[in-house]
């Protein structure tokens, strides 16, 4: 497979704030061998940090105090119930609402400093493509606003690996759900961000493409370093992707448990049928169990 990101590879992103331990290459930070390649083609991201981080909703409270660091350069996963708080910390990760109280640090800079340099890109739910423009376009827009290079072949490449060579032309509004998700996918990837926030990225995505998709995106982001943060309903996909899964409790949202994902990678779809593997997502969905309310009378 080419390589959509040539430039984000060899990018040189400067330490700051409580980076300190993120200076080790990235294979060593994600807890695996390291490579033949080593990984270490940039320096990772800085660690995130979450202090005492609430968020209100007038009278709803979605997400309890949670102090919280996440590895920079690592993937994690958020899982939970319905209605925990998942989005709501993606988008206080994102800056794109303020906690109602405390303090979040992505290394020396607010999510909003971040994203305001676009050093941060998310794929949501609501793939919130500009509907005047093509696949093409806004794929081309997801690094333009990024402030990179025009890369037209760097595109290309990215609309063929999540699944929509021949829709190049085509408007949001000619695209299936799950299609328009993919397009926001390699918007979001053609952004090359140092942090990659995905909300459900696959979720309305058919089996197959998921698949390709949970093989071959892991590599682009474990080379380059980014810091992945994603949602998902699915455990094993949470396994699969991750480094890390945070089971979130029922709003207001606490993390109930922090379980750590040391499986090698790359992770080929035959490690979903090994006991190692099998005996995490027991443990994740143990710890959502755990988390639920207690059923009974109220
Ligand atoms: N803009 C908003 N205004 C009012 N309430 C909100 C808003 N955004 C989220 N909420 C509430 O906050 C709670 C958490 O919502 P959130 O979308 O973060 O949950 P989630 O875990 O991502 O859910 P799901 O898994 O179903 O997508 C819910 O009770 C929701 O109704």
Same mark, same amino acid.
């Given at each position: ?32 061998? #390291?490579? +033949?390649?080593?990984? /270490? ?5 800085? @660690? ?5 981080? /609430?968020r209100d909703f007038?009278?709803v409270a979605a997400l309890a ?13 958020l899982v939970g119930p319905s209605g925990c708080g998942k989005s709501t910390l993606l988008r ?6 303020? %906690? ?5 640090? $992505?290394?020396?800079?607010?999510? @909003? ?12 739910q @609501? ?72 909300d459900e990225?696959?979720?309305? $995505? @058919? ?15 474990? /080379? +380059?370093?980014? /810091?992945?943060?994603?949602v998902?309903h ?7 992707? #991750? ?5 979130m409790t029922p709003r207001p949202a606490r993390? +109930? ?8 990678? %790359? ?16 443990? $994740?969905? +143990?710890?959502l169990?755990?988390a639920e309310p ?5």
């Amino acid at each position: 497979m080419s390589r959509p990101w040539p430039c984000w590879a060899s990018r040189s992103i400067p330490a700051c704030g409580t980076a300190r331990s993120s200076r080790r290459p990235v294979a060593e930070r994600r807890g695996g061998p #390291s490579s +033949a390649s080593g990984i /270490t083609a940039r320096e990772a991201a800085p @660690d995130i940090l979450l202090q005492g981080v /609430t968020r209100d909703f007038g009278a709803v409270a979605a997400l309890a105090p949670i102090d919280l660091r996440i590895t920079g350069g690592a993937v994690t996963a958020l899982v939970g119930p319905s209605g925990c708080g998942k989005s709501t910390l993606l988008r206080l990760l994102a800056g794109l609402i303020p %906690p109602s109280r405390g303090h979040i640090l $992505v290394g020396a800079e607010t999510p @909003d400093a971040l994203r305001r340099r676009a050093g941060l890109a998310m794929a949501f739910q @609501d793939a919130a493509l500009l509907p005047w423009r093509s696949v093409r376009g806004n794929v081309a827009l997801g690094r333009a606003l990024a402030r990179r290079p025009r890369d037209p072949r760097a595109d290309e490449a990215l609309i063929g690996l999540v699944g929509l060579a021949g829709f190049e032309t085509w408007r949001p509004a000619e695209l299936s759900g799950g299609m328009r998700q993919r397009a926001a996918i390699a918007r979001a990837l053609a952004a090359a961000p140092e942090l990659l926030l995905l909300d459900e990225p696959f979720g309305a $995505v @058919d089996e197959l493409t998921r698949e390709r998709l949970n093989a071959e995106l892991p590599p682009l982001w474990e /080379t +380059a370093g980014a /810091t992945v943060i994603l949602v998902t309903h699915s455990v094993t996909e949470a396994v699969r992707l #991750s480094d890390r899964v945070l089971v979130m409790t029922p709003r207001p949202a606490r993390i +109930a448990a922090d379980i750590p994902v040391p499986l090698p990678r %790359p992770r080929a779809e035959a490690l979903a049928a090994t006991e190692r593997f099998a005996g995490i997502c027991a443990a $994740v969905r +143990a710890a959502l169990r755990s988390a639920e309310p207690a059923a009974g009378p109220r």
